[in-house]
């Protein structure tokens, strides 16, 4: 059973280590800002969870699971939020490619705002 835990703690080593290694190049590779912020984000969140796995499996203690759990949860939680705050200031301050995004839902709210800033 502890040789199963053990490649099974490896595995999700080794996986994690990879998403991680995905959003590494992605933040690289990726041309625009909210490529980008999806490279850094997704994979990064998954990669966290393998690796808090696999360090559950290997220390094999009850009472860090929970700690665990609040860890990935808390990344869980801020990752979307702050990477949705980025996203918008880098649209409201022109940091971003028009010509990649397929619909701009959001051209005509930063347009109203900012003619009713001037309007003031």
């Keep these: 059973?502890?040789?199963?835990?053990d490649v099974l703690s490896?595995?999700?080593?080794?996986l994690g280590a990879s998403m991680s290694l995905a959003a590494a190049?992605?933040?690289?590779r990726f041309p625009d800002l909210m490529s980008r912020m999806h490279a850094a984000t997704k994979p990064q969140v998954l990669g966290l969870l393998l690796m808090?796995?696999?360090?559950?499996?290997?220390l094999r203690v009850w009472s860090l699971v929970p700690?665990?759990?609040?860890?990935?949860?808390?990344?869980?939680l801020t990752v979307p939020v702050s990477a949705h705050m980025v996203g918008r200031?880098?649209?409201?301050?022109?940091h971003r490619r028009p010509e990649l995004l397929s619909v701009d839902e959001l051209d005509q709210v930063v347009a109203a705002v900012i003619e009713d800033d001037t309007k003031n």
Excluded at 1 to 5: G, R, V, Y
Excluded at 52 to 58: D, K, R, S, V, Y
Excluded at 67 to 76: R, V
Aim: charged share 5%.
């Design 89 to 94: 200031a880098g649209y409201r301050t022109k």
């Design 52 to 58: 808090l796995t696999a360090m559950g499996l290997q």
């Design 67 to 76: 700690i665990l759990l609040i860890a990935w949860l808390f990344q869980l």
């Design 1 to 5: 059973m502890n040789a199963f835990l």
């Design 10 to 14: 490896a595995i999700c080593l080794l």
């Design 25 to 28: 190049i992605g933040l690289l």
